[in-house]
Structure formats: C-alpha cells, structure tokens
C-alpha cells in the first residue's frame, strides 16, 4: 500500500478550503445583479385558498415582483413529480396528486408555498411579503398515518380516496401464513417509526439566473444530484429543454437524503429569474427548513416473528403504513417499499416473508429518503423482534441471532435481494470482545449498588447499498437507470482531471477518488483533481446517495483508467519503438519487458498530446477516456453493532456509556473517512433513538418546528465511539467496496433501544426515548424491578 | 442609514447599515467575508460564531451596530499565510470536518475555548464546552480529538513564540 494509495488513512484535499472559511456554498455565491425572493407558506395545514390579494406588496419597497400558483399555472410550468411508479397489490399505480411549486387553489400542509415576493433585498422581500392578503377557507386536518385513512377523514386529494397511495405488497402470504400455523413460538411487536427532520447544517439554497442573450438557464443549487435536478426541471416541470440548463452544486454542507429532492424553491427561483430578468436567491432560514425540506422515517408499523424448535426462525410478517406527507416527493414511494421490505430477512436464513405497506397522505410535510431511507425502519422491525424473541425465548441474544445467521453466500432471501458475501459471526464476534460484554454482569452488579440501570443491545444489521443495476430497478419501478459515469483526462503534462456524476457534500471524494486514481497511474496524489456538481462539466451522472460513489462510482472511475491505461500504452509503444504487448506498466513507469528501456507517465502524457511518434492513422492524439459503470448488483454491507447504556430510575435519563461497531464494509479506501461516516451515522441513529422527533398537533402544526424545540444531537449526548471492521470484499465490483455511508443511521436505533429495554425490562417503550419516557416505562415496569 | 465603525481582521471598517443587520450579514454580505456560516435562526447552532473583542461571540446574536467599535475576527484571520492556525491544522489532521459547514464556527469556539481553560482539556470538557455548536456529520468524535490535540498544538506555538 502506498502512503497516498488504497486503504491509507489520507489527510482530506478538500479540507484546506473549509478550515480557511474559503468554501464556497451557495449561500456564498452572490450574482451580480442578484435579486431576493420570499416565500410566503400557508399557515394552515388544510385550506382552500379562496383569494390571494398581491395589490399592495407590489407597491411595496423594492419590490420587483410579486407571484402565485396561477401565474406559475398561468406559465405552463409542470408540477413536481415522484420518479418511482409503485403499483398496488391489485394492479392499480399508485395515486401521485398534483404538486404544482406553488400552491394553487388548495395547501395541502402548513408550510406550502402560496406566493412569492422577489425584491431588491431579502429585508424588502418579507416586508412585503406581510402585505400580501391570502384568504383562507381552514378545512379539517389529518396528520397521523394510522388514522388518515379512516372513514371520515379529511380529503386530501381528489385522486386519492381515503388519502391511499397505494397498498403494496412484497413475499409469499401463503407460505408465511403455514409457518406461522405451525409455529412453536411467535414475538409479536407494534412499532412506531419516528418522524425525523435531517437538518444538514447547511440550509439548503438556490440562485437562478436566465440569460437572455443565449436564452440559458443556470441554477446554483444545494443539491445532492445536479443531473437528476436538471433532467427533472427539463423533462418534467419543462422550465426549459435540458441542454439550456446548466446546474451546478457548489460546496454542499450536507445532505443525508434531503438535498436529493426537486423542490419547489429551485424550480421557482429559475422561473422568476426569466420573470424579472435578473438572478433570483433563495436561502432557507432554518425555521422554513422544517417546513421545506423532506422529513424522513413516520412508520407504522405491526410485524411478528415466527419461530419453530430451538429458536429456529420460520418466518416473519410486517404491516407497515407510511407516512408520505402531502405530496409525493421525488423518490418517496420506493423509500417504504423496495428500500424497506426488501431488508426484512436481515442478517437471518428466514424461508419466508412477507410484507404489506400502505403509502398514505397527510397534512404534513412530505416524507423521502434520509439517511439510510428504509433500512434503518427494516432493521428496527428485525432487530428489535429479534432481541424480544430473545428473552421471550429466555435465549441469549448472541446465540439466537448466531443460530439463524445466514452461513453461505450466495443466499437468495424470500424478499428480493440475494446476498453475495459476508461473514456476520465474525463481526458479531469482534464487537463482542471490543464492548467487553463478558465483563457486562460485573458492570451490571456495580451500577446497581449505585441506583443505576444498566443494559446492553445488540444491533446486527444489513443494508442493501451500492445502489443500483440498472435494469432490476427499472423493473421494480424506478424512472432512472442507477450507473454511474466517469471522465478521466489526462494533461499533457501528466496531472490528471477525474470527472464524476457522484456528488460529494461531507464524503470526502475529493480524496478517496484521488487515492484511486494515485495507486493506479502511480502518481502523486496531489497531481490529482476531482470535478464533480457542474452539469456543464460532468457530462451526466446520477449522484450520491444510497452508499453508492464508492461502490457505484469508483467503479466507474477504475473502467475508465483501463481505457487510460490501454490507450497509454499503445503511445508508449509508438515511443519506445516497442511492440505494444510488450509494454509493461507499474508504479507509474512504462517499461519494455525483457529490455531497459522505460518511459515515466509525464512522458507518456506529453507524447499523448504532441502527436510527434506516431501517425493519425496509426493512433488517435490525446489521453481521455469515459466510461459508465452499472452495477450487478446491490451490494450488503452488514455488522454488529453493541450499544451499553446506565438508565437513572429516578430521572428516566439515559447516558451512553459505550458503543462498539464493527462493519463489514469490504474493500476499504480511507479508513479515517469510513471511521468518519461510521460516527455520523450512529450520532443520526442515537439522535433519532433517544432525541429527535418531528412533532404535530392534531391541526397540523410542526410543533418541534426549531433547534429550540427539535432536539438535535450535541457533542454531550454521544459517548467515544469504538469502530473495528471486518473484511469480505465485495464480488459485485473491481474494488470490493459496499459502502459505508449509511451504516450508523442504519444500525444505532435497535441497538439504543434493546439496550435501553434490556436496562428496564420492559419492552413498552417507543422513539424518541427521552428520559420522561423511560421514566414512565420504569414507572409502568416497576412490579417487575420490585419483585427483583 | 446609521454609520457603524469597527475593526475586523485587523482593518478599519466604515459603513452605512440599516438598523436591523446583523453582525453576521455585514461581515457575510458588506465585507464578502463568507467563511462565517449561518445554520440557523435561533443562536443554536455555533456556525456563525466569531471573536468580538476577544469573546467568542454567536454573530447572528447581535447588530452590527451592537459591535461599534469592537475588534471582531472571523476565520478568515485564523491563518498566517499559509501557515494554518494549530487549531485548523488538528481538525485536518484529526478528520474533524465533513461537510465544513459548522467548522468555521467549531475552530472558533475551540480557539476561545483554550484561551478559557487552557491548553488541557479532558473529553468531559470539551462536549459541555461545545453545548452552542451544532455539527450533523461528523458525531463529535474528531471534533473533540480535534480540540484537545489543538489545545496542545497551541500550548507549544506558544512555548515556542515566547523562547524566539
């Protein structure tokens, strides 16, 4: 391994520019000429807008417009869309209600744009922004997903009786109904997935600008996927044709998922720039981030496991209802269906499954992907089922997790996925010996003599990443194909300019792609540049999400090194006068094997160019080759997670007091950034275990609608983490990675949870576990601890 | 339009504001001075935290008015050239950073927080002292090794400044 190569712990090339304040997000950017826009939101989570009155805003102070859902219908500007067609068990697609930028006619949740004010400053903006007059007709709300599809309640949708999306379904009912006949034992569990707010700390934002010189559009975006962004505003909301767009992602400060989405606000700033003929800018304040940004998770859920003799695991069957809020956002129908059900069989032989999902609208903001998105509500179900099972079957949770562990590889489970490789005993093994759970009794025994709870967890988890072949998605629904592409030109001078459809806002790959490219043309990394979030530079990409830049991205990359590779030494042949089978490359060194004769990379990349050794009809001049990656398959990073908590009975309140992961995430390019993710992750996942919940009243208001009521993570709610892995390199693709990005937000919820529940023997107790719930649950628990 | 005067990073500056702008939309938007962030819209986040007089101060907190002629330093100032400041160099070293977004405001604190308690900060210490700052990607881990191991660093700048 080379100090800059594969698995080296790298210091990041991006970070000079963070640490110096030199970043460059797009709230930094400012156009010339720019303008500032508003957005007023409906203060009603259902109403009928009867009349928008836009008179006196205009005359207002700087004002230079003042717009509404019917200018914008007015335009022909197309609505949002949902890219992933899910069809009902009875055939039906699924009910996507019209989801105009603006709203128009009807808001559908508190926070649904209702006009827009752009003005010469933002200060302007909201002054006017108070004289517009909106009359509102309130009509009754439904937030809960458990009871909007009862009869009787609020419409939301014409489209959508009983505010049903669709009802899906995923496995054999027949085969889990027998299993479940003939079982020895069944866990049963209901479950409540809570509704979370991803809060990157960079609200998101946008500027557009209409040329209208060359009629071009450009729109500076806080976005996670530029392309996508682009192809959606194109094709679909038909702003303008797809090779007059230009989107650029400047320094993105996070994404988890959020920034994935086409909002309305994008689509809005580019259409006013046209309007007022000069840039338009849009930053979030954080308190309208909660209201315009996608939430995440909001499942309910009732799922059993079925067991045969000696803890066998028959089968299992889960009713889940989600939550997809008032509209249908970009990607939200596959989140609770192909990203969910599909992991159900977790890290277990389960012979068969089967799962029902009910999509449903509320008067709330609408629900998509966040970090983990589906696997993290999968692996609570089975993890939490598991650890249940456990001490309803008076087992030891290591051994009954060990004895239904799949064992060969590859296993096809009953839910789609077929899994290539792992080895979750000896992850599960690892994190055992890191966490001390042997010296756990004694840890125990100690913090009772104080008046403390302790309790350990175990989470062992699998994600399905690397998202995705092309061609199974396209056959589940998805509108996109889910490659990825890769640029790699080489300058005459031998530097070297990767360019990427990945995205990276906090991932680091404008190191890892570096360390890749530096081990296999052998040189430095520093001689290295990684060109990503421009959709005039990048030709066409599908972007970061799903721990997909690693395994789906790099891959790509390394297809078209071979292509560099190749066409380097057919000119390295034309300078050493050498037969091109001869020629040997390494460490950055072409060599003529069998003789002395060598010739360094820089020259190699030089003779590229100036064409001197070698005919036009014998070789094509210069050193650029492309190339797209589609994946085989989903890749499954897995591990085992161990959580240990000590609970104060007297408070409810729980403090962390170790946790060990070990992940299997294959092939490992830069162990201090995936130890990096690793800590991320379970700080979302601890976030979302024991803090955070998105909070409605039953009119629709977001009542954790702050930092000051939402309660975000903060340095002293987290332990020191411990982080080990363990390796089986993935089949599916050239370099074995399966991704890490999720793994954390995917694991740490169940591992929270089964220690808490394992602290106060009791398994009453739903998310967020914030100390007056636990101190309930103790309260509601306390025969059981009495009688101890 | 009132006049505010103050000095930031080392220079005099003179402007006309409106009344209502804050400190973080004047250095932000009149001086381009984009390295201070803003995360939020309640003082909770940190990523907009500056030295006001040699305090760190949330810059989202106060007019600009408020810091008439008061000394404020940004993250701009932090680097002597090219030489990073020990606490920006420890966040490189030690992966205290994803995205970047709060680590202007992060780097700031710790730097104010090393001239409060010194230059050995134990674990405990620095999760409380980092009670104003928000950071959704890194889990705190780094951004703890990152302070205690820049307290350090700086401990021996110091040292060494004072033997030159």
């Not at chain 1, 009928?48 to 914008?72: E, F, H, Q, R, Y």
């Not at chain 1, 086409?262 to 909660?290: D, N, Q």
Request: proline fraction near 5%; hydrophobic fraction near 40%; charge should be negative.
């Amino acid at each position: 391994m080379s100090a800059t190569g594969i698995g080296a712990a790298v210091r990041r090339k991006e970070d000079y520019r963070f640490i110096t304040g030199k970043g460059q997000y797009t709230d930094d950017i400012s156009r010339p000429g720019q303008t500032h826009i508003h957005f007023l939101r409906s203060p009603h989570a259902h109403a009928k807008i009867t009349s928008i009155d836009t008179a006196s805003a205009k005359t207002m102070p700087g004002v230079l417009a003042v717009l509404t859902g019917a200018d914008l219908a007015g335009d022909k500007i197309g609505n949002l869309i949902c890219g992933w067609m899910i069809h009902s068990k009875d055939g039906t697609p699924m009910k996507m209600a019209p989801h105009p930028a603006i709203a128009h006619g009807k808001a559908c949740y508190a926070g649904d744009p209702v006009a827009v004010v752009i003005a010469e400053t933002l200060g302007q903006a909201r002054d006017a922004a108070e004289k517009i007059e909106v009359d509102y007709e309130v009509l009754p709300a439904v937030v809960d997903p458990a009871k909007t599809q009862e009869a009787g309640a609020p419409q939301i949708h014409e489209v959508a009786p009983q505010n049903t999306i669709f009802q899906w379904h995923l496995g054999e009912a027949a085969a889990v109904d027998a299993a479940f006949a003939s079982a020895k034992h069944v866990t049963k569990l209901d479950i409540v997935n809570n509704r979370l707010v991803p809060n990157a700390m960079e609200p998101r934002a946008a500027i557009g600008e209409y040329d209208s010189g060359t009629q071009n559009f450009t729109l500076w975006n806080t976005t996670q996927n530029p392309h996508v962004a682009r192809l959606v505003i194109a094709a679909f909301v038909g702003m303008a044709p797809e090779h007059k767009l230009r989107v650029i992602a400047p320094d993105v400060g996070g994404g988890f998922g959020s920034k994935i989405f086409i909002y309305p606000e994008e689509v809005v700033c580019l259409w006013a720039s046209k309007k007022v003929g000069r840039p338009v800018k849009w930053v979030c304040e954080r308190a309208e981030a909660f209201l315009a940004d996608a939430h995440g998770r909001d499942h309910v859920t009732h799922a059993e496991l079925a067991f045969g003799e000696g803890g066998k695991m028959t089968a299992l069957r889960a009713k889940t209802i989600a939550n997809l809020g008032a509209y249908m956002s970009t990607f939200s129908s596959s989140i609770p269906t192909y990203l969910y059900a599909t992991l159900l069989s977790g890290q277990y032989d389960l012979p068969a499954i089967y799962c029902e999902v009910d999509a449903v609208y509320t008067n709330t903001v609408p629900v998509d992907a966040y970090r983990g998105a589906g696997r993290p509500e999968a692996t609570f179900v089975v993890e939490r089922l598991v650890e249940v099972a456990a001490r309803e079957l008076h087992m030891d949770p290591v051994e009954l997790r060990r004895k239904n562990f799949v064992k060969s590889f590859p296993h096809q489970t009953p839910v789609i996925m077929n899994y290539d490789v792992g080895d979750y005993d000896a992850s599960m093994r690892k994190a055992m010996e890191i966490a001390d759970v042997n010296g756990f009794a004694a840890r125990r025994r100690e913090a009772e003599k104080r008046g403390k709870l302790r309790g350990l967890g175990y989470s062992t988890y699998i994600e399905a990443c690397g998202i995705a072949p092309s061609q199974a998605v396209g056959s589940l629904g998805a509108g996109v194909g889910l490659w990825e592409s890769a640029e790699v030109r080489v300058n005459p001078t031998g530097s070297v300019e990767v360019l990427t459809g990945s995205h990276s806002h906090g991932q680091g790959h404008e190191t890892t792609f570096a360390q890749l490219v530096s081990e296999r043309l052998g040189i430095p990394i520093e001689n290295v540049s990684i060109v990503h979030g421009d959709t005039d530079k990048v030709q066409f990409g599908m972007g970061t999400y799903g721990s997909r830049s690693g395994a789906v991205g790099m891959s790509a990359i390394v297809k078209a090194l071979e292509k560099v590779e190749a066409k380097a030494k057919k000119v390295a042949s034309h300078l050493m006068e050498a037969a091109e089978s001869d020629i040997v490359f390494k460490d950055g060194q072409f060599t003529v094997a069998g003789t002395d004769k060598s010739a360094a990379w820089a020259d190699v990349a030089l003779h590229a160019y100036i064409a001197h050794k070698f005919t036009g009809a014998q070789l094509e001049p210069g050193l650029k080759e492309g190339a797209f990656y589609d994946p085989t398959n989903f890749t499954f990073p897995a591990g085992c997670h161990i959580c240990e908590v000590e609970i104060d009975p007297e408070t409810g309140s729980t403090t962390i007091v170790g946790w060990t992961a070990v992940d299997d995430f294959g092939t490992i390019i830069n162990p201090m950034i995936v130890e990096g993710q690793v800590h991320g992750g379970i700080a979302q996942g601890v976030g979302q275990a024991l803090m955070e919940n998105a909070v409605y009243d039953k009119d629709g208001q977001l009542m954790s609608g702050s930092f000051m009521d939402y309660s975000m993570p903060r340095a002293e709610n987290l332990p020191p983490l411990k982080i080990d892995t363990t390796v089986t390199p993935c089949p599916g693709n050239p370099l074995g990675i399966k991704g890490c990005g999720e793994a954390g937000a995917i694991a740490a919820p169940a591992a929270v949870i089964n220690a808490i529940t394992d602290a106060i023997r009791t398994e009453n107790l739903a998310m967020p576990a914030t100390a007056p719930a636990v101190w309930a649950a103790v309260r509601a628990a306390a025969p059981a601890l009495a009688a101890e | 339009m009132p006049r505010v005067s103050l000095t930031v990073n080392g220079k005099a500056v003179t402007a006309d504001v409106e009344s209502r702008t804050l400190l973080v939309q004047f250095l932000r938007e009149n001086l381009r001075l984009t390295g201070t962030h803003v995360g939020c819209d309640t003082s909770q986040c940190g990523c907009c935290v500056v030295h006001v007089d040699g305090r760190a101060v949330k810059s989202c907190t106060i007019l600009v008015q408020q810091a008439e002629g008061a000394d404020v330093k940004t993250i701009e100032s932090l680097a002597v050239g090219d030489t990073l400041h020990p606490m920006q160099e420890a966040f490189r070293q030690n992966h205290g950073l994803q995205c970047g977004f709060c680590t202007p405001g992060m780097i700031m604190t710790a730097v104010d927080l090393v001239a409060r308690k010194g230059h050995d900060l134990d674990d405990k210490t620095i999760r409380e002292e980092l009670e104003g700052n928000l950071c959704r990607c890194t889990g705190y881990h780094n951004i703890v090794k990152s302070i205690a191991a820049g307290a350090k660093a700086m401990a021996a700048t110091t040292t060494a400044q004072a033997a030159e």
